[in-house]
């Protein structure tokens, strides 16, 4: 049964590839990658069924054992089995590494999976025949909750793009640096990338340009950059220019004792944006203060109220206009 669940999971991938593969059109103007993710979660289910069926048929061996036969017959095809389960885990695994599929990959934790549950079935023969043990419903039990716990990590790893996760780190880097690395790029902000298919991703970043900059001049950096984006890493990237000073000397004092203030307020969190206004009787300073996204939003009020009493502390004539923001980006743990 296990088996013959594993010819509906290739079925099921081979369909779901094909129409992840489909190009856009009117009414999917992003193509159809997400198909791929809902073929995985269905292989998932699948597991879990498998793994629930073992579960009930275990379990009735427990409470009512049943005479079990010895055949090396048996033995040796189960082995063949293992040996062709783990190798088609192996391939299926690098293969969905090589081309980014979700469906591959589950395809090759389900058939680890089987590779347990055939081991275990080895492993109650072998005790049966040399120990007089009959585990066959104790070792069925133990396996079958392995196997439903492999599936519910597939199903959780296929609705994670789905719902919506944060930004892997490495990926946040790779496409800062490579928009930062433009002459003209003073620094970027506020990365966030859609997924719509392992193959297919759009992003958008604020990039920080000087303010004494030609906005012509700015916007064709900008447009370089976005086209040179898709074609060296495959993003559909959109970016949003931000003028920042970087002459006036006042401002930058000012930024920069802010910057030192958040830092030693708290040093995962950062500012961008920051402008200033100089009036005669008040200094607004007007930024984003950036918070790590598991942090309360009463945690994030508090840090922003400290921060000003400290700003003003420094310069009794400032005013802070602060946005308070967060990051899309996945902690490093």
Same mark, same amino acid.
Request: negative net charge.
């Given at each position: 049964?296990?088996?013959?669940?594993?010819?509906?999971?290739?079925?099921?991938?081979?369909?779901?590839?094909?129409?992840?593969?489909?190009?856009?059109?009117?009414?999917?103007?992003?193509?159809?990658?997400?198909?791929?993710?809902?073929?995985?979660?269905?292989?998932?289910? $699948?597991?879990?069924?498998?793994?629930?069926?073992?579960?009930?048929?275990?379990?009735?061996? /427990?409470?009512?054992?049943?005479?079990?036969?010895?055949?090396?017959?048996?033995?040796?095809? $189960?082995?063949?089995?293992?040996? *062709?389960?783990?190798?088609?885990?192996?391939?299926?695994?690098?293969?969905?590494?090589?081309?980014?599929?979700?469906?591959?990959?589950?395809?090759?934790?389900?058939?680890?999976?089987?590779?347990?549950?055939?081991?275990?079935?080895?492993?109650?023969?072998?005790?049966?025949?040399?120990? &007089?043990?009959?585990?066959?419903?104790?070792?069925?039990?133990?396996?079958? /909750?392995? *196997?439903?716990?492999?599936?519910? &990590?597939?199903?959780?790893?296929?609705?994670?793009?789905?719902?919506?996760?944060?930004?892997?780190?490495?990926?946040?880097?790779?496409?800062?640096?490579?928009?930062?690395?433009?002459?003209?790029?003073?620094?970027?902000?506020? $990365?966030? /990338?859609?997924?719509?298919?392992?193959?297919?991703?759009?992003?958008?970043?604020?990039?920080?340009?000087?303010?004494?900059?030609?906005?012509?001049?700015?916007?064709?950096?900008?447009?370089?950059?976005?086209?040179?984006?898709?074609?060296?890493?495959?993003?559909?990237?959109?970016?949003?220019?931000?003028?920042?000073?970087?002459?006036?000397?006042?401002?930058?004092?000012?930024?920069?004792?802010?910057?030192?203030? /958040?830092?030693? $307020?708290?040093?995962?969190?950062?500012?961008?944006?920051?402008?200033?206004?100089?009036?005669?009787?008040?200094?607004?300073?007007?930024?984003?203060? *950036?918070?790590?996204?598991?942090?309360?939003? +009463?945690?994030? &009020? +508090?840090?922003?109220?400290?921060?000003?009493?400290?700003?003003?502390?420094?310069?009794?004539?400032?005013?802070?206009?602060?946005?308070?923001?967060?990051?899309?980006?996945?902690?490093?743990?």
């Amino acid at each position: 049964f296990n088996n013959l669940s594993d010819a509906a999971s290739s079925i099921i991938g081979f369909i779901g590839v094909r129409m992840a593969g489909k190009p856009a059109d009117s009414d999917h103007p992003f193509g159809h990658g997400r198909i791929e993710y809902i073929s995985a979660f269905i292989v998932a289910f $699948l597991v879990i069924q498998v793994g629930f069926s073992l579960f009930k048929t275990s379990l009735g061996k /427990v409470l009512h054992p049943e005479e079990v036969y010895f055949k090396w017959i048996s033995v040796l095809i $189960l082995l063949i089995s293992v040996g *062709v389960k783990f190798w088609l885990s192996l391939f299926n695994r690098k293969l969905g590494s090589r081309i980014n599929s979700k469906v591959m990959e589950a395809t090759a934790a389900d058939a680890m999976g089987d590779v347990m549950t055939t081991s275990a079935a080895i492993l109650s023969l072998l005790a049966l025949k040399y120990l &007089n043990w009959n585990i066959d419903g104790i070792v069925g039990l133990a396996v079958s /909750v392995a *196997v439903m716990y492999g599936g519910l &990590n597939i199903a959780k790893d296929t609705l994670a793009p789905l719902i919506g996760e944060a930004i892997e780190p490495e990926v946040y880097e790779e496409i800062s640096n490579f928009v930062e690395g433009y002459e003209g790029i003073l620094g970027t902000h506020d $990365l966030i /990338v859609h997924n719509y298919g392992p193959s297919h991703s759009m992003a958008s970043i604020h990039a920080e340009v000087p303010s004494n900059y030609d906005p012509e001049y700015s916007h064709e950096i900008i447009d370089r950059i976005e086209r040179e984006a898709m074609e060296q890493l495959g993003i559909s990237l959109t970016i949003h220019m931000d003028p920042v000073e970087t002459r006036n000397e006042e401002v930058l004092q000012a930024k920069h004792e802010t910057e030192k203030a /958040v830092e030693a $307020l708290d040093p995962r969190c950062s500012i961008h944006d920051f402008r200033m206004v100089n009036g005669e009787k008040q200094i607004n300073l007007i930024f984003d203060f *950036v918070i790590p996204r598991e942090y309360s939003e +009463e945690k994030g &009020n +508090e840090l922003t109220l400290t921060l000003m009493d400290r700003l003003q502390h420094h310069n009794p004539k400032y005013q802070c206009v602060i946005t308070l923001d967060r990051s899309y980006v996945e902690e490093q743990r």
